[in-house]
């Protein structure tokens, strides 16, 4: 089994930025790649980015430019900084890996964006 905690979510003022972090552990983090999902209010979970353990990524188009996504494999973490934050963006971010045998989520972070 493999849990993922997210933190770093909270308050921020529009314009502003936040860095989100995912720490995986368990007997087992090996994984095909991460990522990051968000969730607004009232919509639907859509995808954010992924990224492999070659440290490939792969954005949605609405997050190039402001949004990035990095690990640091010896701290089992990856993180998405988040720039330029908009009316839109607040919502629960979650943690996503897709492992060999099994796909795992976080229990998610709150984000709120303040104008």
């Known amino acids: 089994q493999v849990e993922l905690v997210e933190s770093g979510g909270g308050l921020v003022q529009a314009g502003g930025s936040l860095r989100l972090s995912c720490v995986a552990s368990g007997n087992a983090v090996r994984f095909k790649f991460m990522g990051w999902y968000h969730q607004a209010p009232g919509s639907q979970r859509e995808w954010i980015a992924t990224i492999t353990g070659a440290g490939y990524t792969n954005y949605a188009e609405f997050a190039k430019g402001r949004f990035t996504i990095s690990m640091n494999s010896a701290k089992n973490t990856m993180y998405l900084q988040m720039n330029n934050l908009k009316s839109g963006d607040p919502g629960t971010y979650y943690c996503?890996?897709?492992?060999?045998?099994?796909?795992?989520w976080g229990r998610g972070t709150q984000i709120t964006v303040s104008s």
């Open positions: 996503y890996s897709e492992g060999w045998i099994a796909a795992y």
